[in-house]
């Protein structure tokens, strides 16, 4: 890998990236598809407990050039059956949003490792089904939690392996 390389990279050379690889939580890996593209990552959430044990979700993260006065743009890969995140890839996840009236959105002090730890916990202590972007998720986890349990392990099954 080439720090450096790339002058539209907002993170290349910089240590967050060693920062980051180097404090992942046991359940993500982190690969960059261009070692010359610090700026656009792929991580990998394998959740060891929960709902979605035992399946694998990709996330595609993009830097801007903003950064960190702007949250990187994520987007989930797989398909999954989930309150926080629609099956077409958007997230709900308050850092990620450059403006929140709840004061946890993102904030020029918060790193690439934040991002990384707050989708991780997505899918453990801030998976929210009382203000969900996938409504039809949230409202079938209500209604079934055993047929809503059914479809998360059909989903895992066909697109998360």
């Known amino acids: 890998m080439v720090l450096g390389a790339g002058?539209?990279?907002?993170?290349?050379?910089?240590?967050?990236?060693a920062e980051l690889e180097a404090n992942l939580p046991c359940t993500c890996k982190v690969h960059f598809p261009d070692p010359n593209k610090l700026h656009c990552f792929q991580l990998t959430v394998t959740p060891d407990e929960g709902y979605y044990q035992g399946g694998k979700f990709q996330f595609e993260t993009?830097?801007?050039?903003?950064?960190?006065?702007?949250?990187?743009?994520?987007k989930c890969l797989t398909k999954i059956w989930h309150p926080n995140i629609t099956e077409t890839g958007e997230i709900c996840l308050s850092l990620l949003r450059e403006h929140s009236i709840d004061g946890t959105g993102w904030a020029p002090t918060r790193t690439l490792k934040d991002v990384v730890w707050g989708l991780n916990s997505l899918f453990?202590?801030?998976?929210n089904f009382d203000d969900p972007l996938n409504i039809e998720a949230a409202e079938h986890h209500l209604r079934d939690k055993e047929d809503f349990r059914n479809k998360v392990d059909d989903y895992i099954k066909r697109y998360a392996r």
């Open 62 to 74: 993009e830097v801007p050039d903003a950064y960190n006065m702007v949250p990187p743009k994520v």
């Open 124 to 127: 453990t202590d801030l998976l």
């Open 7 to 17: 002058p539209a990279s907002p993170v290349s050379g910089s240590p967050e990236v």
